[in-house]
T-cell receptor
Framework: QKEVEQDPGPLSVPEGAIVSLNCTYS??????FMWYRQYSRKGPELLMY????GNKEDGRFTAQVDKSSKYISLFIRDSQPSDSATYLC?????????????FGDGTTLTVKP | GAVVSQHPSRVICKSGTSVKIECRSL??????MFWYRQFPKQSLMLMAT?????????EQGVEKDKFLINHASLTLSTLTVTSAHPEDSSFYIC?????????FGEGSRLTVL
């Protein structure tokens, strides 16, 4: 069983929809949670990071962590075609260990105009 | 955000040859650089951690004699795939950090014929 499980999708939504992306994990040592966006044939780009359980909002993006359930989510409001990409969750013991994060396999999202 | 440049973005080589990939942090000095490998529709797998002026630390299962990593300065790390074989074909990505936040390169697509 993988330490981090992420539904690969693909996920296709109409423009303006709310998107929910999720990951589950099994390692209790993970305390630092990240979401990356990766466009085709490009390197990942950090979208958000969070340490604690609860919600963190940044514009149209909300990251949610539930440590008791070992479950994290990324919500995208008012989705746009430019949001079409693969979204990777990643987690580590702390921010100084981010380079050694365990990554999910990624969820491919397509937002149709 | 900070810029990490990777070169070449695509390379095709014959089986048995060696290929060098460069990773440069353009506007900051990276204390640590990381090298990953990513197969299609799969997550990033950490190959090695590289600190300037010291030997790279390889993850379990990664052959250090096959994947040579040199980190000669705070802005440059190189990955050399020696005696490449078709099974080495993959997307190789580097990341760099100075403060804990990771900045990824654009990736290098290696195809070994």
């Amino acid at each position: 069983q993988k330490e981090v499980e992420q539904d690969p999708g693909p996920l296709s939504v109409p423009e303006g929809a709310i998107v929910s992306l999720n990951c589950t994990y099994s390692n209790s040592a993970f305390q630092y949670f990240m979401w990356y966006r990766q466009y085709s044939r490009k390197g990942p780009e950090l979208l958000m990071y969070t340490y604690s359980s609860g919600n963190k909002e940044d514009g149209r993006f909300t990251a949610q962590v539930d440590k008791s359930s070992k479950y994290i989510s990324l919500f995208i409001r008012d989705s746009q075609p430019s949001d079409s990409a693969t979204y990777l969750c990643a987690m580590s013991a702390g921010p100084t260990n981010a380079g050694k994060s365990t990554f999910g396999d990624g969820t491919t999202l397509t937002v149709k105009p | 955000g900070a810029v990490v440049s990777q070169h070449p973005s695509r390379v095709i080589c014959k089986s048995g040859t060696s290929v060098k990939i460069e990773c440069r942090s353009l506007d900051f000095q990276a204390t640590t650089m990381f090298w990953y490998r990513q197969f299609p529709k799969q997550s990033l797998m950490l190959m090695a951690t590289s600190n300037e002026g010291s030997k790279a630390t390889y993850e379990q299962g990664v052959e250090k004699d096959k994947f040579l990593i040199n980190h000669a300065s705070l802005t440059l790390s190189t990955l050399t795939v020696t005696s490449a074989h078709p099974e080495d074909s993959s997307f190789y990505i580097c990341s760099a950090t100075a403060t804990g936040e990771l900045f990824f390169g654009e990736g290098s697509r290696l195809t070994v014929l």
